[in-house]
Each structure stands twice: as structure tokens, then as C-alpha cells.
């Protein structure tokens, strides 16, 4: 079943007085299927960030949709979008975005308690979703109090809080170490084999290598993609190198 279909998107940005027209997303077509784990790698300046930002119904396209299970998310009244968000999208940040003057358990529960659900449904929720990411034992503690690694786990229970229909991950192990990011990546392939769809924007070739697909978009325009296929990480982390070195020479990928 397709969870996210987008097409034909398009995102101009104009300057004052109708100068210096940019085109952010020129064309971008593809589809997300249930389950999926798709990372999408570009350059900086390639688009990706904008084409986030258009999937998190932060920014809206100049042409084209984006529906999401259905939904075009276009149709989405202003007024509607927060909760829109909190009910259908999880998010996690390259900053963690977590509040130091809420305990993790706050922080994770914040989306429930800004649904208006009711106290025994949320503590029902965070248990087993804290002992899966491994982090029930910190509940407790402050963003502060709690390494990077923590945090961003703390970053991932909350994104899956809300049971979403589908994860958007900008950079997550961007401001990681390596043991941390290599930690995130297991949670990220446990939570996509437990069902999630997830899509993740990603300089990393490693953590890309954990996707199941990757899309390279180049110029405001998908331009290749990869299946994993049968391949394993190290494969696959072989495959994008190739992709992305013919991208810097400004060759097409094959």
C-alpha cells in the first residue's frame, strides 16, 4: 500500500519585487511505500532540506502534491496542521529538539498530552516503547543529564509515541558520535521491521546503507535511486559510494 505519493513537485522561491526566481524542486516524483525505509542524499543546496520541509507540511509546494495516506496534504486547513502533524508524522531532529526543563518521560509524552489523551493511555504507551529503545531506566532524567545517544533515542520515543503513519528523520546521527549513530541505526532498522515506514534525509553513507532505498536528488530533481535488494549494509554503503562519486563528476549514475 502506498503511505506517500508525491508528484510533479515544484518549489520556487521568489526575492523582493519579483527578482531572482529560484527553483528549490523543479519536478520530484516518487512513492513511499507502508513499511518502507527510504533515506534520500543530496549534496547541500540540492534540495532535499526544502523537499522536507514540504513532507512535514511545515512549507507548501509552488505546484504538484504531496498525499499522505490519501490525504493531500495542500487540503490541510492552517488551523489544522499542528495536530495534523502530532497525528500523522514523527519527527526526529538532528538537535533532538527535546526541552531541558522537561524530564525525558515529559518530553516523549508531550505529543499525547497536547492530543488531550487521557494519563493511563499514555503510561500504558511509554513503557514498552522506552524498553524497546532501551532507555526506560532514564525516564526520569533531564536532556541534560543524558548523553547524545540518549537523547536522541528519548528524540525517537516521541516520534513514535503517536503510532504515525510515517517517521521523517532529518540527519539524525548528525550530531552523534559513532557508537551513538551506529546505536540510533539498529533502533531506526528495529522500529521499520516492527512495521514503521520511515523516511530519513541523511549526508551519511553509513547510516543510508541501513535504508532499504535510496534516492539521490540532484538540482531539485530525483535523479537515481537504489534498491537494496539481496545486498547487505556494506554493500549497499558501496553502492552509494560509487552513486555519490559519479555525482560530484557530474556523471549519471547507472
Known sequence: MTILE??????????????????ALKN?????????????????GSGKTTLLNILAALDKPSGGSVMLDGKDLSEVKDAALASFRRE????????FNLMDTFSLKDNILLPLVLSGKKVAEMEEKIGPIAESL???????????????????RAAAARALITDPKLILADEPTGAL?????????????????????????????????HANRVLFIRDGVVF???????????????????TLTMLR??????
Open 224 to 242: 537515481h535511486q537504489i534498491y537494496r535488494g539481496d545486498a547487505s549494509n556494506e554493500e549497499l554503503y558501496q553502492k552509494i559510494s560509487d
Open 88 to 95: 500523522n508524522l514523527g519527527f526526529v531532529f538532528q538537535e
Open 6 to 23: 508525491v508528484k510533479e513537485l515544484k518549489k520556487t522561491y521568489t526575492g523582493r519585487f519579483g527578482s531572482n526566481k529560484v527553483e
Open 249 to 254: 563528476k557530474g556523471g549519471e549514475a547507472r
Open 134 to 152: 532501551g532507555i526506560a531506566e532514564i525516564l526520569e532524567k533531564y536532556p541534560y543529564e543524558v548523553s547524545g545517544g540518549q537523547k536522541q
Open 177 to 209: 558520535d559513532s557508537q551513538s549513530s551506529a546505536d540510533l541505526l539498529r533502533v531506526f532498522e528495529k522500529m521499520n521491521r516492527a512495521g514503521q515506514t520511515i523516511l530519513m534525509v541523511t549526508h551519511s553513507t553509513d547510516a543510508a546503507s
Open 28 to 44: 520530484v516524483n516518487f512513492t513511499v511505500e507502508e513499511g518502507e525505509y527510504v533515506a534520500i542524499m543530496g549534496e547541500s
